[in-house]
């Protein structure tokens, strides 16, 4: 099938390996990829600091981009949340409601496409490491991800994948949040990288990298070894 | 940014460098997570149960009218008198006309988050009367002249040698790190003080419209002391503390129960009436209600955020947030804090006042997840921010959204964008973390990533 690929603007400015990683994975399984140029943001950082008005202006460019795209994956629980669930808020009463219900109903969260939509566990990759998983929360309470990731990483070679005690608890990206209330958002992370260190994982794996960029600024400064690393870079590889 | 959010702000940098703090409360919530997860198990469907939960409030909130006034004739009927307070000061200058009418000299209270709402304690002290708060918790933060650090557990910041020092300092006992020996020290206190009072004051946990009765939880026996000793006995409550009929509680009770401290029941629930009857041997002469509005009808008027008025106040959203986890129930500077208080606070006392609560939230939902009424929390925050930013926008916020926009949705421009972002990084860098650095609020504790060399547009454009 003719998959739309939606990379989020940090994830194309900071994180080009993951978008890439996605591509060689859907590109092997046999699918085509096409990725609009026109779209940079889903409108999330405007949504979430209440301002809705800018938010459209952002969202309404990405509704007339996907307009046409029968299935749209994004490489991001949070940005995926903000189309599939809060588009539809957004746009309530609006001329694009109809659509923005539309393009929810057809975007999937990378993990979640390949393992409920085109049930695909096993992509033959291979990863040496001990690794723990981060529960992004958007991806996690909105949309409902939690088991998707583990069915894929439990395929993935010579990669043993144990729990953290706080998998589940936010690591305090927040978004604006983190610049916001960076005292709160910092004490926030610790607490998830203490729980992370504790595991003895070389990686924390997450399918969101905005709650990885935050980690693995944490860990840096506090001079851990360990790494963090997209989902879909683990399962690109051979 | 109002005092109140500078307050936050900066308490919250106090409380976050505070290891000792984090970790005690953090250790304290984590033991109730088992436990309550142990009994959220036994439950035969737990999120059926909720849903039932959601479901009997919804109801009980959207005929708020009917059951308020089924609720007070079926108290009235028994003799009980029902007072109707709009505001706090209503609701205070009520209690303080009951006080003064009986001549009483020394009250005795239970546990009611109500009346920290209404700051009840401070104008009957100020009238001149004795005010005693019998609740174990309650009675150690009343002795340090705090407020309750938690809407369910007013002491959990304090050490069982905090408590132990405060006792020698404040009752003349001896230290004791046992905790039934701090416990016994504070009841010989207290059982003089049931003798002796004149009122008792109670808050409620359920009011049932259906039978006239509220219903009071609690684990020590001072609540049943406080109604049962002295003569006159005022009862005061939110009027969103209603349940539609008896068989409610059912459900309601061991719900509270496991939500809020991971009991399967608590140790006593006890559902009062009226005043004592005849024929009957014990109980108060005079029984008092005092429903308090205090701007809950302005929620009710807020369509999207009603549900806010389901709240049993069982503290569960603010045992699992980090945010409350890791500032501490004082930060909020707020009688109800955590999720619950961030929802509501804006609606109770005013929206610019408060928006910063609504702000000071990474929106993880964990909050909604637990809420055993399932009220939709984290999205309420998300609602006061868009009504804050309406109401009021930030210059500065606004012109950055607005051009943000304007670049996020031209090629050109984002591409210009992060190729300015790659030369400017490395001076970025020098600066990094001091005053200068625009980016100080994120990298004074954490790296930035460096811009991609080559964007993942790039990339694909030049293999396509």
């Not at chain 1, 926030?188 to 990288?193: A, I, L, R, S």
């Not at chain 2, 501490?328 to 707020?334: K, N």
Request: proline fraction near 5%.
């Amino acid at each position: 099938m003719t998959i739309t690929l939606f990379i989020p603007c940090f994830v194309d400015a900071l994180f080009p390996r993951a978008g890439i990683s996605v591509v060689q994975i859907l590109e092997r399984l046999g699918h085509k990829v096409v990725c609009p140029e026109e779209i940079a943001c889903c409108g999330q950082p405007a949504f979430n600091s209440g301002y809705w008005d800018e938010s459209r202006a952002v969202a309404v460019n990405v509704l007339a981009r996907l307009k046409d795209a029968e299935t749209v994956v994004i490489v991001s629980g949070s940005c995926g949340a903000m189309v599939k669930k809060f588009y539809p808020q957004l746009f309530a009463n609006t001329p694009q409601a109809e659509l923005a219900k539309q393009v929810s109903a057809r975007i999937w969260e990378f993990s979640d496409f390949l393992v409920t939509q085109l049930g695909v566990t096993d992509l033959g990759a291979r990863f040496p490491a001990k690794v723990t998983f981060h529960d992004g929360c958007h991806g996690l309470r909105e949309l409902g991800i939690k088991k998707q990731p583990r069915a894929l990483l439990a395929k993935v070679r010579d990669l043993q994948l144990v729990e953290m005690s706080e998998a589940e608890t936010c690591c305090g990206f927040g978004g604006t949040f983190a610049a916001k209330f960076p005292a709160i958002s910092t004490a926030m992370g610790e607490v998830k990288c203490a729980s992370a260190i504790e595991t003895g994982a070389d990686y924390i794996v997450s399918n969101d990298l905005s709650c990885l960029m935050h980690q693995q600024g944490l860990l840096n400064r506090q001079g851990s070894k360990l790494k963090t690393i997209h989902l879909a870079e683990v399962l690109a590889q051979q | 940014m109002s005092t109140f959010a500078s307050q936050f702000t900066k308490q919250a940098q106090r409380m976050t460098r505070d290891l000792r703090h984090r970790r005690l409360i953090r250790t304290a919530l984590r033991n109730y997570e088992v436990v309550r997860d142990q009994r959220r198990a036994a439950f035969q469907d737990w999120p059926a149960a909720r849903q039932a939960a959601a479901e009997t409030k919804w109801e009980a909130i959207n005929h708020l009218d009917r059951h308020l006034v089924e609720f007070a004739d079926q108290l009235a009927a028994r003799g009980t008198k029902v007072h109707w307070a709009s505001t706090g000061t209503q609701a205070r200058d009520i209690i303080l006309g009951i006080v003064r009418e009986k001549k009483a000299r020394s009250i005795i209270k239970s546990k009611a988050m109500t009346s920290e709402e209404i700051h009840l304690n401070e104008a009957l002290e100020q009238a001149g009367f004795e005010v005693v708060e019998s609740d174990l918790g309650e009675f150690i933060v009343q002795l340090r002249h705090e407020p309750p650090y938690h809407i369910v557990f007013p002491a959990m910041h304090l050490t069982r040698g905090e408590i132990s020092e405060l006792f020698a300092r404040e009752l003349k006992s001896a230290p004791t790190n046992e905790p039934e020996e701090l416990t016994m020290i504070a009841r010989r206190v207290l059982r003089k003080k049931y003798i002796t009072a004149d009122i008792g004051i109670t808050g409620a946990n359920f009011a049932v419209a259906e039978t006239g009765m509220i219903s009071i939880t609690e684990n020590e026996g001072n609540a049943r002391l406080t109604a049962a000793l002295p003569k006159v006995m005022i009862s005061l409550l939110g009027i969103e503390k209603i349940l539609p009929r008896l068989e409610d509680l059912a459900l309601f009770l061991p719900m509270l129960a496991v939500s809020g401290t991971g009991q399967p029941l608590t140790c006593y629930n006890t559902l009062y009436g009226g005043p004592r009857q005849p024929g009957e041997a014990d109980g108060p002469e005079e029984f008092h209600v005092v429903l308090l509005d205090n701007r809950r009808t302005e929620l009710l008027a807020d369509a999207e955020q009603r549900d806010a008025l389901h709240c049993i106040r069982c503290g569960a959203c603010l045992n699992v947030c980090p945010i409350f986890r890791n500032v501490g129930g004082y930060t909020y500077g707020t009688t109800y804090s955590g999720p619950i208080g961030s929802v509501i606070t804006p609606h109770l006392r005013g929206l610019q006042d408060w928006k910063h609560l609504s702000a000071a939230s990474s929106l993880c939902g964990a909050c909604t997840e637990t809420c055993p009424v399932k009220i939709d929390l984290h999205h309420h925050l998300l609602q006061n921010r868009r009504n804050a930013a309406r109401q009021k926008p930030s210059f500065f916020e606004r012109l950055a959204h607005r051009a943000f926009a304007v670049i996020a949705n031209r090629p050109a421009l984002w591409s210009i964008g992060k190729k300015l972002g790659r030369l400017a990084q490395p001076l970025q860098r020098l600066i990094q973390g001091t005053v200068l650095d625009p980016a100080r609020a994120w990298t004074k504790t954490r790296d930035l990533p460096p811009l991609a060399k080559e964007s993942f547009k790039d990339w694909w454009r030049k293999r396509s």
